[in-house]
């Protein structure tokens, strides 16, 4: 299988295989956008060959420029991998990975760290647990996992989620960012099911880095729905489902 890499000259073309049918949607284009202030920062994105029939990609990036709300400097940080459709079980997410591992390693880089989730919208720690991850910090239903390339200081979760948590206060806010091209449409979602209820929603948006580690509700940084202190979801959740979620809080 072929592996196309994504750069800052190519990707207007290449697409970043999420949202593919749908590049005139405002997820595309703010994605878009997005990819190409990140390059600039070490940003990576290679993708299975889509004209050999390839459904994949993985992105990573260097610690200090993640988009999770961890602490990992010195270490290469995997925002996504995915391998969908007719090429799953063929073996390309470790090879997605292995070039994520190659990069770092020739960057003579602490390691590679990734946060997962069994839930949505994040790799499974189990696949990182068989390719030699291990699991270094966790908030549920978040796991930090890392592969040292030696004995450095690890990477962790940045700050306290329950006080974080605490800083929205009452009522409804929505965190988002423009790293994922889905993050559009659960926004929507969320204050669809927001006003049916008459409930104001305050959409507050994550600008860069630092404010993902600062400012975001949940490790995975860049969505969130806090619904009085709570977190209800990191990922979108049909309009329906959380209207009733919202009616119980």
């Known amino acids: 299988m072929n ?15 999420c949202y593919m049918s749908k590049r005139k949607s ?5 994605k878009l956008r997005w990819l190409q202030e990140r390059f600039d920062e070490g940003l990576r994105l290679k993708m299975l060959d889509l004209r050999l029939g390839g459904r994949g990609f993985i992105e990573y990036i260097p610690g200090e420029s993640a988009w999770r709300a961890i602490n990992a400097e010195g270490y290469m940080v995997i925002h996504c991998i995915w391998v969908a459709g007719q ?7 470790k090879l997605l990975l292995n070039e994520c591992l190659e990069g770092a390693m020739k960057l003579r880089m602490r390691g590679v760290a ?22 270094v910090d966790q908030y549920p239903p ?32 929505v965190v988002r960012s423009d790293q994922c091209p889905y993050v559009d449409a659960a926004v929507e979602a969320a204050c669809s099911a927001a006003e049916t ?14 404010d993902v580690r600062e400012l975001s509700p949940s490790p995975y940084g860049v969505f969130g729905i806090v619904h009085n202190g709570r977190l209800l979801s990191y990922h979108s959740v049909p309009a329906e489902e959380l209207a009733g979620l919202l009616g119980n809080g």
């Open 3 to 17: 592996i196309i890499d994504v750069n800052k000259e190519n990707v207007s073309t290449t697409g970043f295989f």
């Open 26 to 30: 405002e997820g595309y284009r703010r």
């Open 87 to 93: 090429s799953r079980g063929k073996g390309y997410a």
């Open 114 to 135: 990734a946060l997962t989730s069994d839930r949505n919208w994040l790799v499974g720690h189990q696949f990182l647990l068989k390719q030699g991850f291990e699991c």
């Open 142 to 173: 978040f796991k930090l996992m890392v592969m040292k390339f030696g004995a450095f200081p690890s990477a962790s979760l940045s700050g306290s989620f329950p006080e974080k948590l605490k800083r929205y206060g009452n009522g409804l806010s």
């Open 197 to 210: 209820l008459g409930i104001k929603a305050n959409v507050i948006e994550l600008k860069n880095s630092r």
